[in-house]
């Protein structure tokens, strides 16, 4: 057989294929039910939670305040000790 030929029959077996009516129906319905199934963890929530308490916002940028200050009084420290740390 020739290549047009044997697309041709690929081309009619393609079109007998059937679909059963419920089969979207099935699908959106299982898209629905993962959509709704509980989650390990949402940052979505995570973030709705935070924005809503106003100690949270302030809490989490305190930590970040002093993990920077950490941070930089780390590097101060190496470059004042010329790279060596004693313990």
Known sequence: MNKKKLYELWIEKKNQVEINKSFPDKVMNRIYQYERRP??????RLIEIISAHTVMKDGL?????LVGFIRVMYVITMILSKGVLNG
């Not at 940028?61 to 305040?65: C, H, K, Y």
């Open 39 to 44: 989650k390990w963890f949402d940052i979505q």
């Open 61 to 65: 940028v305190v930590i970040g305040a």
